[in-house]
Nanobody
């Protein structure tokens, strides 16, 4: 089993920044992907960004140039730096861990962008 603990959500004004963290613990494999997804009210969960063990990344078009995903492999922790936030970024953000065993999800953290 893998446990994920997220932190860093909150309320921020448009144009502001937030940094989300996700710490993984338990049966961590040496090769895995960590990423962030989000779900806004009434919408499906969507990919925000992922980062593979080798360092490759993938971003949703809507966040390219504004969000940056990073990982500290020694700490099994992923981060999502979110800059230039927009009201449409408002959602519950979920951390995802994926290895050969399957997918694990965090409990979600609320991000609200509003003036």
């Amino acid at each position: 089993q893998v446990q994920l603990v997220e932190s860093g959500g909150g309320l921020v004004q448009p144009g502001g920044s937030l940094r989300l963290s996700c710490a993984a613990s338990g049966s961590i494999f040496s090769i895995y992907t960590m990423g962030w997804y989000r779900q806004a009210p009434g919408k499906q969960r969507e990919l925000v960004a992922t980062r593979w063990s080798g360092g490759g990344t993938n971003y949703a078009d809507s966040v390219k140039g504004r969000f940056t995903i990073s990982r500290d492999n020694a700490k099994n922790t992923a981060y999502l730096q979110m800059n230039s936030l927009k009201p449409e970024d408002t959602a519950v953000y979920y951390c995802n861990y994926r290895d050969y065993k399957g997918d694990y999800w965090g409990q979600g953290t609320q991000v609200t962008v509003s003036s």
